[in-house]
């Protein structure tokens, strides 16, 4: 359907989540139709991995109509498994008159409902390139500039994102700030040692140290206590 579509030129696809992200980040397509539901990542993660801006979004899904509305208040077109010919076409159509207008749809909103929808994995870059990082192996993560560095324990990865981005999506009861600029993983917590200043000193379970600001000391306590 696509390749008979004269507006439209077919740059390329992929068979999960990874490679997704990095087709994406190398072809800069305009438009992306994207499966929410992909092995390696959803196409939520796939979203918040890309760089701005984003390309026009078409979801593949099969999502209940909740989501759907939200999808629909935010101008950005879906398709509802099983779907046919026409209703892609319907699709296409809508994605090519915001293009042709230079309209960023509702990608705003999207980007605002995709809170919603916490993190299960991050993607990192490690030495044989882009990975699927389990949020339970990790234990820390602190801001790098514009980019994340992420301690497992085994390795010190990245992410190219900043760290206020990542603490927006990462479920508040699995992680907090402790510094500026420092996340870390409430499960992750062995003990917590006096500092200086009113400071902290909090050791992991890999035997590492970070330093828990009296500024966030309170939320800290408040939610390692909530977990114990």
């Known amino acids: 359907m696509l390749t008979a579509d004269a507006r439209f030129v077919w740059a390329g696809e992929a068979s999960d989540g990874l490679e997704a992200v990095a087709k994406t980040r ?11 539901q992909m092995p390696g990542l959803t196409g939520f993660e796939v979203l918040a991995a890309l760089p701005s801006p984003l390309p026009q979004i078409i979801f593949s899904t099969a999502f209940d109509q909740y ?11 879906y398709l509802l498994k099983p779907y ?23 990608l705003k909103g999207l980007l605002g409902h995709l809170a919603h929808f916490p993190l299960e994995r991050l993607l990192v870059e490690g030495e ?5 990082l389990p949020l339970k192996a990790v234990l820390r993560l602190e801001a790098d500039g514009k980019r994340v560095r992420v301690h497992t324990g085994a390795a010190v990865l990245e992410v190219r994102r900043a760290l206020k981005e990542l603490e927006a999506r990462l479920p508040p009861q699995r992680f907090t700030r402790v510094h500026r600029g420092t996340l870390v993983a409430l499960e992750a917590v062995q003990r917590l040692e006096p500092w200086d200043h009113g400071d902290g000193l909090l050791v992991l379970k890999d035997g590492s140290h970070c330093v828990l600001s009296r500024t966030y000391r309170a939320a800290f306590l408040e939610r390692w206590g909530a977990g114990a």
């Open 128 to 132: 044989r390139g882009l990975e699927a």
């Open 67 to 77: 989501a759907l509305d939200a999808f629909e208040a935010s101008a950005v077109d």
């Open 26 to 36: 190398s072809l800069r397509p305009d438009l992306l139709i994207l499966d929410i």
């Open 84 to 106: 046919d010919g026409e209703r892609l076409a319907r699709a296409l159509d809508r994605a090519a008159s915001l293009l042709a207008a230079g309209k960023a749809g509702g």
